[in-house]
């Protein structure tokens, strides 16, 4: 039907409903792009700093409300690093970063900031040695906002474990360590030590060792004879940014395996055939897979994994050991330990995209049947003296696929000393004496099984 010009422009045309529809909707749609450009200028919170200083390396952690954006760059003499940090806001907790660094950090002489320009904020580290550092962001984890972390490392690194290479203070020569040499670790014929035993075998040999006929569990622990140095590494979990489990009563497990840990290093310090070495001999975060490479460094002969959980339940207590696993894990609750457990690193912090050759070889999916059967041996000696120190939580050693026990070579076991989130376990775990039981255990485990299974001599003492 012919309808006249004007009357589609009148108020009543479906023209101008159309038109209007149209106004209306680019009005909401340019409204709400000004809201989301206004969320997107909106100023970065910075709601924590934390400082974490170690021999190894200082860590520093801004913790804010959004992602932060950044630009670094060192400055020479005196030796200084520079990090700005854009579309950020002025507060309390970037105000006083001077407080958080103490005399005795290694590197940091003096942190501070103040306003650069507008919308940016520049942070500077007056250093005390050269560093190589890295900066980088992580995403939002577990009870963490976004995270910035400044990691300085130092040029000339000065790493306990590695100056175990150089240590003489024992009778006998130096470790020449020969990467490439190769290391039974049990007295099986070789065409059969490369063999998987069958499931149900290794399920009836998951039982604590007892002593021998006629010999008692003291005297049996004591005779290990070996012509050589055995290299024990020790790794104290999690430490750092990473606390680990939180005990009712406000303990942190990473507080207890270091202690524990520090305690069983004396212990084999002391044995005239043993060496040990700790992962981390602070408080600090090492990732999981530099605790693997370390070990391999130095030519571990063994490697115990030292942890002190939390579960669901409170009631839920005792002693555990785990070796890893190819197929899966034993028990619902050891695949949950091991997910838990395999977590550290997006809790305590990791710059992912950090390439190093070594450590990926050392990472690749286990395949030696041999050396998970030799960590079985040591897990059973390990159960069998904890036993005597605290109630057991499973007989048999679990089995599950913890990052941490991944070295291709070396015997490793994780051991549970007890659950953290059980009260009255929690309270023995923060005893020193307590703590001293626990090691002197571990260290029996070890002279338990070093005494059936004597390590490869490759370099013999004087």
């Known amino acids: 039907m012919y309808r006249p010009f004007k009357y589609l422009f009148s108020a009543s045309s479906p023209l101008n409903e159309v038109v209007s529809r149209r106004q209306l909707l680019r009005g909401a749609v340019a409204t709400w792009m000004l809201s989301v450009s206004s969320v997107a200028q909106a100023a970065a919170t910075v709601v924590a700093v934390r400082v974490w200083p170690a021999k190894a390396y200082t860590r520093v952690t801004l913790e804010s409300n959004a992602p932060l954006s950044f630009n670094q760059f060192l400055v020479k003499d005196p030796e200084r690093l520079v990090v700005d940090l854009d579309g950020i806001d002025w507060n309390n907790e970037l105000a006083n970063l001077a407080t958080k660094v103490g005399n005795d950090d290694p590197y940091i002489r003096q942190l501070r900031a103040g306003r650069y320009k507008p919308g940016t904020v520049r942070l500077v580290l007056d250093l005390k040695a050269e560093v190589k550092p890295q900066v980088f962001t992580l995403e939002p984890f577990a009870e963490y906002k976004h995270r910035l972390v400044i990691d300085l490392y130092p040029v000339k690194q000065d790493d306990p474990l590695l100056a175990l290479l150089q240590d003489e203070s024992k009778e006998g020569p130096a470790l020449k360590l020969d990467r490439n040499e190769p290391k039974p670790r049990n007295d099986k014929p070789a065409d059969k030590a490369d063999k998987p035993e069958p499931a149900e075998k290794a399920e009836k040999a998951e039982k604590p060792e007892k002593p021998e006929k006629g010999e008692s569990e003291k005297n049996r622990g004591n005779k290990l004879e070996v012509t050589r140095l055995v290299t024990i590494v020790i790794d104290p979990g999690h430490g750092g940014e990473d606390p680990g489990a939180v005990g009712k009563g406000g303990s942190f497990e990473k507080n207890v395996t270091l202690a524990i840990g520090s305690k069983l290093k004396s212990l084999i310090d002391a044995q005239p055939n043993m060496r040990a070495v700790l992962t981390r001999d602070d408080d600090y975060f090492v990732p999981l897979g530099q605790r693997v490479s370390k070990a391999r460094k130095v030519n571990a002969d063994l490697f115990v994994s030292i942890h002190a959980d939390a579960f669901v339940k409170p009631e839920a207590r005792g002693s555990s050991v785990f070796a890893l696993s190819e197929r899966g894990a034993t028990s619902t609750a050891a695949k949950w330990l091991a997910q838990k457990e395999n977590e550290a690193d997006l809790i305590g912090g990791v710059k992912l995209d950090a390439k190093d050759p070594y450590l990926a070889h050392t990472l690749f999916d286990l395949t030696q049947t041999a050396t998970i059967n030799d960590s079985l041996k040591l897990g059973r000696a390990m159960l069998s003296e904890l036993a005597g120190v605290n109630t057991l ?70």
């Open 393 to 462: 939580h499973k007989q048999h050693v679990e089995q599950a696929g913890f990052a941490v026990l991944k070295a291709p070579d070396i015997p490793s076991v994780l051991v549970e000393t007890a659950f953290i989130s059980n009260p009255e376990e929690e309270r023995r775990l923060v005893d020193e004496k307590y703590q001293e039981k626990m090691a002197k255990a571990l260290l029996d485990g070890l002279k338990r099984y070093l005494a059936k299974n004597p390590p490869l001599s490759r370099n013999r003492l004087a």
